[in-house]
């Protein structure tokens, strides 16, 4: 149902024919061959919440994992073992495909990762994500869309401009540059975690909307079996993230269509109950995983020349808290995947988890700049310089030098 | 005069529509009383006039033409079964029942355009429309807050068919919204006088026993109407009215009706007074005899009761419990109530006092908006409201206050209580989901809330909002947030 709430932006869902030639210069001829051949396909995921990097893929090799991610820490062995990716690193055993495809060298991780930014705020870390500025606030526009903008008026990539998943376009695909915009067909539900939000809230400040909630939410229950269990679409279920995923990769797949998409899912805030091997994390990086399989599956044709990027705006603290969850952090991972990807390794300069290794004590530090990584695929899928990148692309971003090697 | 942040919240939120991100705030809280007096004295601010809104008759003058064509239509088809029937002894009764049409050349499959909504349907859309936007850009919107109490006190309602459903947005133009900064007697007159009300409590059916229709006709008299403008419209329910006197003015206002689409009595569509279904002869009512000829009878009584104490009382506690708390405090009650008699109804000078009262402002906010108030606020908080009414209306049933489409005569409930409810919680918390999940990341609801709200909102909402997973789920806490939900 649509209430009150109409696309902020009137040209999403027009693909206009306008283009951002004033950046042609910045493409590299070398490229401008290569990428006539072809046709590079680029997928950008935003996990929206914050991605504990620890229980996705666990340095089950650091002596110091266990005691730190304590109940929820990943083991090789036990009932729900974690998947081996190399001697020191093992992957959540809810991502079964991404496994398969790092095996067969189409799945990569960075561990380890950052941006720029250090504080601990969702909007500010997401706003730095995506905007590809140094700091929050700064821009209107995303990396993503001044990435196609940056592109030549005949490069293919940038002829059919972007896909902005979702209601209305991610800040990473807002800006000059053509958009399309697409959205699953489904009724977005409360969540368990928006609703214990807002049972909380009103417990300080309004017990008598409390109660009335509580009660409409139990009645809900009853009625429809667990809340968030039942796959009902939305962001944060796996439903929800396969539906978007098979519906963005039907787009990019077709030959008219966008080359560049952009999606967002939600839910990755695991406060409280995070759960481990099974359980609330395993749950949505199964959602993840989902939509890799999906991606694989309807991108088979160009599947050779895709490139897909999954980002989040910071980690979570390397112990757990009182409440069998994680706080906000600041180092966490990358996941690439596709047959552009040259995969099958976990990239990281470790850091180690002893205490004064932590940053600030408590967060996994982070040892590489998310932006390196990004301008890396960006450099080597697209073409695009390191000039561009470094201005354009990521303002002030000079010593976060493109991450050399991670595309095929 | 200092700003006072927690004043201007109250004079946007108790008295108004809600902020706006526009600096509404700010404007209200360097002087909250003037900020609210200000609109209240802006010329015509409470008239809704729109090219594609008809008025009352031109309104139901379409809708009499189109239930004319209605009917010849259902004559023709059911003229035409009837020769058939006639001609075509053979056909078993059972097979006609199933294949009533005549038999025709198999046609290839158009693609049908989809069937255009009933007449009233559509006038009732472009009035709603017409709401949602005002609502949207009046400011404060405390006039826009009277218009939907005077208009739920007078109600009508949807549920009575067709006939309120393309006429309740003209009977709130042209009956309620003039008067509501005007003199209440001339709202009462002019809505015990209007069509809708007309049919919405059956009056166009009563007729005087003694009268000329009556003494030709088994039909008599419908108390209706004239139960309901002394029970709920002035006295009160305990404002000292007996049977008797409900049953004499159900006489006096015999009469009072509407002219039909042929137009005998007068134009169609508008009142008429008609003598020949009018009881003759005086009558008393509240001990007063009223001896009157024809319609001026009835409009003395109204003109009486309309600056009765009983009305005077009964308004003042109406008013104070929508805009202050359930149980609001006498003293206000009082204040109020001495202003509406010492006035003669004058509801400008009763507005000006409710915002004078020391209690409207110091009250706790325990008042809960209405399902169209919280719709209302959270356009103005996102900044924009839906062209396309149907997602707001039908935001509207499912919370439980279809427009103008209350189950009875008593209008929809104004207390807290009543809207805090398990079922309107969870409805009302699916409805933020669904114009968070619309906006997504596109609004930052840390700057939403400063804005609307600035130091006026708890350190708790703060917190939860700050905390918030991302800007959609923050935007979904902050629409559900005391704040928002209280007023």
């Not at chain 1, 990769?249 to 998409?261: F, K, M």
């Not at chain 2, 050349?105 to 049908?112: F, G, L, N, R």
Request: aromatic share 6%; proline share 7%.
């Amino acid at each position: 149902m649509n209430l009150l709430c109409e696309t902020p932006s009137p040209s999403r869902r027009a693909l206009l024919a306008t283009m951002g030639g004033l950046f042609a210069w910045a493409y590299l001829p070398k490229f401008a061959r290569a990428a006539d051949a072809r046709d590079p396909r680029l997928v950008v995921v935003i996990l929206r919440g914050a991605l504990d990097g620890l229980s996705a893929v666990a340095p089950v090799g650091d002596p110091d994992y266990a005691g730190l991610h304590g109940q929820i820490a990943l083991s090789l062995s036990g009932d729900h073992p974690a998947i081996p990716l190399d001697s020191f690193f093992a992957l959540n055993p809810a991502m079964p495909v991404f496994a398969r495809l790092y095996r067969a060298g189409q799945g990569a991780v960075v561990h380890a990762v950052a941006t720029s930014y250090r504080e601990r705020s969702h909007f500010d870390g997401q706003d730095v994500l995506e905007s590809g500025f140094p700091g929050p606030g700064r821009v209107a526009s995303g990396w993503l869309n001044r990435t196609i903008a940056a592109l030549p008026r005949g490069a293919r990539v940038a002829a059919h401009g972007g896909l902005g998943v979702g209601p209305t376009t991610p800040l990473i695909m807002r800006g000059a540059a053509p958009v399309l915009g697409w959205s699953p067909q489904n009724l977005p539900q409360p969540t368990e975690d928006l609703a214990n939000r807002l049972l909380d809230l009103y417990r300080h400040r309004d017990p008598v909307l409390g109660e009335a909630l509580a009660q409409g939410l139990s009645v809900e229950k009853i009625a429809t079996g667990e809340m968030d269990k039942t796959p009902r679409g939305g962001f944060a279920s796996a439903a929800g993230m396969k539906q978007a995923a098979q519906g963005a990769a039907r787009l990019i797949a077709a030959d008219d269509g966008p080359r560049v998409a952009a999606l967002a899912f939600d839910g990755w805030d695991t406060h409280a109950n995070e759960g481990g091997a099974t359980g609330r994390l395993a749950q949505l990086l199964g959602g993840l995983d989902g939509a890799f399989e999906e991606f694989e599956r309807v991108l088979s044709p160009v599947w050779k020349d895709t490139a897909i990027v999954v980002v989040t705006e910071f980690g979570r603290t390397a112990r757990i808290n009182g409440t069998t969850g994680t706080d906000h952090g600041t180092g966490t991972v990358v996941f690439l995947a596709g047959g552009a990807i040259k995969g099958g390794r976990v990239i990281a300069d470790w850091p180690g988890l002893k205490p004064e290794q932590l940053y600030e004590n408590r967060d996994l530090a982070p040892t590489t700049d998310l932006r390196a990584v990004v301008k890396g695929v960006l450099a080597d899928h697209l073409g695009l310089s390191g000039m561009v990148l470094a201005n354009s692309v990521f303002p002030d971003s000079i010593g976060a030098k493109p991450m050399g090697g991670l595309i095929v | 005069m200092a700003t006072d942040i927690q004043a201007g919240f109250i004079a946007l939120n108790r008295f108004g529509l809600g902020s706006r991100r526009d600096g509404d705030l700010a404007e209200a809280s360097a002087d909250p009383r003037g900020f609210l007096k200000a609109e209240l004295v802006t010329p015509r601010i409470a008239l809704l006039e729109a090219p594609d809104l008809p008025p009352t008759a031109v309104a139901l003058q379409r809708l009499f033409e189109e239930n004319e064509q209605r009917r010849v239509t259902r004559l023709s088809v059911m003229r035409a079964e009837a020769a058939r029937a006639e001609v075509g002894p053979m056909s078993p009764p059972l097979a006609e029942a199933e294949a009533p049409s005549m038999p025709v050349a198999k046609q290839p499959e158009q693609p049908k355009e989809p069937p255009k909504p009933p007449l009233e349907q559509q006038v009732f859309r472009a009035e709603a429309a017409a709401r949602l936007q005002r609502a949207f850009s009046a400011r404060p919107g405390f006039v826009e807050r009277l218009v939907a109490f005077w208009t739920n006190h007078f109600c009508v309602s949807t549920m009575k068919g067709p006939f309120v459903r393309i006429s309740a947005g003209a009977f709130e133009r042209d009956a309620i919204r003039p008067h509501v900064l005007g003199r209440f007697g001339d709202m009462l007159q002019a809505v015990e006088s209007h069509p809708a009300m007309l049919f919405y409590l059956d009056n166009q059916l009563s007729i005087g026993p003694t009268s000329q229709a009556g003494e030709r006709s088994k039909r008599g008299l419908n108390e209706n109407l004239a139960r309901e403008i002394l029970e709920l419209h002035t006295l009160g329910v305990n404002g000292g009215y007996t049977q008797a006197d409900v049953t004499l003015l159900a006489r006096i206002i015999t009469g009072w009706t509407f002219a039909g689409r042929l137009g005998q009595l007068g134009e169609a569509g508008t009142f008429v007074f008609n003598v020949n279904a009018h009881e003759p002869g005086a009558h008393a009512v509240l001990q007063h005899s009223y001896d009157q000829a024809g319609v001026a009878q009835g409009q003395a009584v109204l003109a009486d009761i309309s600056r009765h104490p009983a009305t005077a009382q009964h308004i003042a506690y109406k008013f104070a419990r929508h805009f202050v708390a359930d149980d609001p405090p006498p003293a206000l009650v009082d204040r109020l109530a001495n202003t509406f008699r010492a006035t003669g109804g004058d509801l400008k000078t009763l507005s000006l006092a409710l915002i004078d009262s020391p209690e409207a402002w110091v009250a706790e906010r325990t008042k809960m908006r209405s399902p169209s108030e919280f719709l209302y606020a959270a356009g103005r908080i996102v900044g924009r409201v839906p062209d396309d009414p149907n997602p707001f209306l039908g935001a509207l049933n499912i919370l439980g206050m279809p427009l103008w489409g209350p189950s009875g005569p008593n209008g929809f409930p104004d207390t807290a209580a009543a809207w805090a409810n398990p079922e309107g919680m969870k409805v009302r918390l699916e409805i933020a989901v669904r114009i968070a999940d619309r906006w997504r990341d596109a609004l930052n609801p840390r700057d939403l809330l400063d804005e609307i709200a600035g130091a006026a909102a708890s350190p708790e909402t703060n917190r939860a909002i700050a905390r918030a997973e991302s800007k959609q789920q923050g935007l979904a806490l902050l629409l559900m947030s005391p704040e928002v939900q209280r007023r």
